[in-house]
Nanobody
Framework: QVQLVESGGGLVQAGDSLRLSCAAS????????MGWFRQAPGKEREFIAA????????YYADSVRGRFTVSRDSAQNTVYLQMNSLKPEDTAVYYC??????????????RGQGTQVTVSS
């Protein structure tokens, strides 16, 4: 059974940093591209970052490029999202996802339950 479990969310102030983690199990982690989505209340889900299975390439949405960094640790079967210079508009539930085939556009085969990030002004 595939499980993706996010952690690291919380309440922070504008300008602060957070690092989200997503621990994967039940799949061959090295074969999967990993991505991060977010969904704010009343808004559609937004794809924000991804990293290839090899770790050699990354992708970022314009809304987070230059502030967020995605990375992966194959020894720990974990993908990370380092979020710096957080803004109130970054408030959302953040989900990680796994995709075996197509990197971009990212079509998730599996998705976690999400972790809440709230940024106060």
């Amino acid at each position: 059974q595939v499980q993706l479990v996010e952690s690291g969310g919380g309440l922070v102030q504008a300008g602060d940093s957070l690092r989200l983690s997503c621990a994967a199990s039940g799949l061959t982690f090295s074969r999967y591209h990993m991505g991060w989505f977010r969904q704010a209340p009343g808004k559609e889900r937004e794809f924000i970052a991804a990293i290839k299975s090899s770790g050699g390439s990354t992708y970022y949405a314009d809304s987070v490029r230059g502030r967020f960094t995605v990375s992966r640790d194959s020894a720990q079967n974990t993908v990370y999202l380092q979020m710096n210079s957080l803004k109130p508009e970054d408030t959302a539930v953040y989900y990680c996802a796994a995709n075996r085939v197509v990197f971009i556009p990212f079509q998730d085969d599996y998705r976690g339950q999400g972790t809440q990030v709230t940024v106060s002004s």
